[in-house]
């Protein structure tokens, strides 16, 4: 068995990739790492077994400085943008082995169709999976508050966009006041999902002392917003009990995050905006309803007035009417009074009259006139058989007169 020193045998294994692959030719591989160096792209290259769980194959590889700026200037997009950790890459590459520095990559060019087309494709299936899930919709269902004024805003505290969020709700015209607490995480690049996701997990928990969560970026390039379409980050948003507000997006495009969250804007400034705005026009409602109120009450307080003022002129007739009655009734009491008691007085003197009679016909004389006899002992009338016992003598009174009679008995008198 030959026995090399490792240098002759690295300068074998160069002379034979060199003989072997004396052509660029093209790679499929997943970006692992990326490390920028003044202009220069340091990539670490990888392939995961089938079922992802461990990795197949690895490889370094660079682009230098000029190819990257040529790169650029050809395809109008920026490296930094689109190599990032996680993502499918297609490129071609020179291999070449150097005795010292083994086996390297060098990048001539990138298929950027390729990484936007793989790219495409997962986050069509992270639409999908959230459709099925029923949580593309769920953070719209939440109810906004009327006055969302209690803010947990996501950003990078040294973005632009948070500057102009702030200074927008600051100076606004109406001296609203919002308050606002910031949860600062990278807004892109690989560690944009997993610090978002961290917040979001922190104002879940404290979802009682907010109204809302704001999620704002500055001004940046389209393939930024790829970070906002990663499937954990969507999911972790969606599943949300606060209402989700996004100022990341752009004109004409349109990230998964924003098509999860309840309200989506454009820019920073035009989150503010609508959260100035739905404060304006709920003070516009106020101050309308309080007008309409105002309105309603003087109305109320006129027409009450004029029922009060018109039944004041009915009870004014009505207590006249019933003056007029009364006094027409006590004329006619008047009138009738004198007749009344004449009538109550001939009456009176008709039955007078006859009581007069009555006691002509029940008197003693009357009485004797008719036949009948009286007995008495003195001024004591004598009523009835016992009586007349207790004594020998009565006086008996007739119509002629008086005579004594004796009560004794006749054999008493032998």
């Not at 990739?17 to 160096?37: I, T």
Request: charged share 25%; aromatic share 6%.
């Amino acid at each position: 068995m030959s026995t090399y020193r490792l240098f002759e045998l690295n300068t074998f294994i160069r002379r034979f990739v060199a003989l072997n692959l004396p052509e660029p030719v093209w790679v499929q591989a997943e970006v692992a790492e990326v490390d920028e160096r003044r202009g220069h792209f340091y990539l670490a290259l990888m392939e995961k077994t089938e079922d992802g769980q461990e990795v197949a194959a690895q490889a370094k590889a660079v682009i230098w400085s000029r190819t990257a700026n040529q790169w650029q200037r050809t395809n109008k997009l920026l490296l930094h943008d689109l190599l990032q950790a996680g993502r499918e890459v297609k490129l071609q590459v020179q291999v070449s082995f150097h005795e010292r520095y083994g086996l390297q990559l060098q990048v001539q060019d990138l298929d950027a169709n390729y990484t936007l087309g793989v790219m495409a494709q997962q986050r069509q299936r992270t639409i999908d999976e959230l459709m099925a899930a029923g949580l593309l919709q769920a953070n719209k269902m939440l109810r906004l508050a009327l006055v969302p004024q209690r803010l947990a805003v996501i950003s990078s505290p040294a973005a632009a966009g948070w500057e102009d969020f702030m200074a927008q709700l600051r100076d606004n015209p109406y001296g609203y006041d919002f308050e606002v607490q910031l949860f600062p995480a990278a807004m892109q690049g690989a560690q944009a999902s997993p610090e978002i996701r961290r917040q979001l997990k922190t104002i879940e928990r404290r979802r009682d002392s907010f109204d809302a969560v704001v999620i704002i970026r500055g001004g940046g390039a389209r393939m930024d917003l790829a970070d906002f379409d990663e499937k954990e980050l969507c999911f972790a948003a969606a599943q949300m009990t606060l209402p989700i507000i996004s100022g990341i997006g752009h004109e004409t495009d349109q990230s998964i995050m924003d098509m999860v969250a309840h309200t989506a804007l454009k820019t920073p400034t035009a989150a503010a905006n609508f959260l100035i705005d739905r404060l304006h026009y709920l003070d516009q409602q106020l101050a309308g309803a309080r007008q309409t109120l105002q309105q309603q009450t003087s109305q109320l307080v006129q027409r009450k007035a004029f029922e009060l003022a018109r039944l004041g002129e009915q009870l004014k007739f009505q207590q006249q009417q019933l003056l007029q009655k009364e006094a027409w009734k006590l004329d006619q009491y008047a009138q009738q009074v004198p007749q009344l008691v004449r009538q109550i007085l001939d009456k009176a003197s008709s039955k007078l009259e006859q009581l007069q009679q009555l006691q002509d016909l029940l008197s003693v004389e009357r009485q004797l006139e008719r036949g009948f006899a009286l007995l008495s002992v003195g001024d004591e009338i004598i009523r009835n058989s016992h009586q007349l016992a207790q004594h020998d003598t009565v006086t008996l009174h007739l119509q002629d007169g008086t005579t004594t009679v004796s009560t004794a008995p006749q054999d008493k008198k032998k």
